[in-house]
Antibody, heavy 116, light 107 residues
Framework: QLVQSGVEVKKPGASVRVSCKAS????????MHWVRQAPGQGLEWMGWISTFNGNTDYSQKFQDRVTLITDTPTTTAFMELRSLRSDDTAIYYC???????????WGQGTMVTVSS | DIQMTQSPSTLSASVGDRVTITCRASQTFNNWLAWYQQKPGQVPKLLIY???SLENGVPARFSGSGSGTEFTLTISSLQPDDFATYYC?????????FGQGTMVEIK
């Protein structure tokens, strides 16, 4: 399973770091993705990190503001988003690939609210 | 980037109906296409991968088909538990992209 950190409330211009603790499977076997969902909106892919070697690929939309990292000993993935704006208010999900590479396992989501 | 467009955006149907949702891609790709179901307040759930393969534990009334640029999700006999929003997603190339979603509501 994937267990994410709790609700965050941030001011515009701040940064947020969301964690995603994996358990019950070989953490290094499957890549980890981050997807967000603004209130009442659809799913938006943010980026991917290889849990094997740390390689990343980011959506161009977030390229300059997002960093994905993993900590293998604790089987935890992290997403940092900087220079927050009000339109970054969303639920942020981590999701692990299955053997078939689609997003088989999802965290419960972390609500991030950006408000002055 | 591969753009994914779903139709319809909203679908009204009754229990027992056969329901089809279409997903069109802006360019052809190699069937790395998934379908997810999301109910209000819940996490997305993988239904179909590789365009037509059923994820473990997903009822057989769900099926996927298609290739190239056009894909479909079919629910053979709609059940009360199926009223939800459905998303297609291509995972052929980065950036991965989702369709805008199709809400299946009770008629």
């Amino acid at each position: 399973q994937l267990v994410q950190s709790g609700v965050e409330v941030k001011k515009p211009g701040a940064s947020v770091r969301v964690s995603c603790k994996a358990s019950g499977y070989d953490f290094m076997l499957y890549g980890m993705h981050w997807v967000r969902q603004a209130p009442g909106q659809g799913l938006e892919w943010m980026g991917w990190i290889s849990t094997f070697n740390g390689n990343t690929d980011y959506s161009q939309k977030f390229q300059d503001r997002v960093t994905l990292i993993t900590d293998t000993p604790t089987t935890t993935a992290f997403m940092e988003l900087r220079s927050l704006r009000s339109d970054d208010t969303a639920i942020y999900y981590c999701a692990s690939e299955g053997f078939h590479a689609a997003l088989a396992l999802w965290g419960q989501g972390t609500m991030v609210t950006v408000s002055s | 980037d591969i753009q994914m467009t779903q139709s319809p955006s909203t679908l009204s149907a009754s229990v027992g109906d056969r329901v089809t949702i279409t997903c069109r891609a802006s360019q052809t790709f190699n069937n790395w296409l998934a379908w997810y179901q999301q109910k209000p307040g819940q996490v997305p759930k993988l239904l179909i991968y590789k365009a037509s393969s059923l994820e473990n534990g997903v009822p057989a009334r769900f099926s996927g088909s298609g290739s190239g640029t056009e894909f479909t999700l079919t629910i053979s006999s709609l059940q009360p538990d199926d009223f939800a929003t459905y998303y297609c997603q291509q995972y052929d190339s980065y950036p991965w992209t989702f369709g805008q979603g199709t809400m299946v509501e009770i008629k």
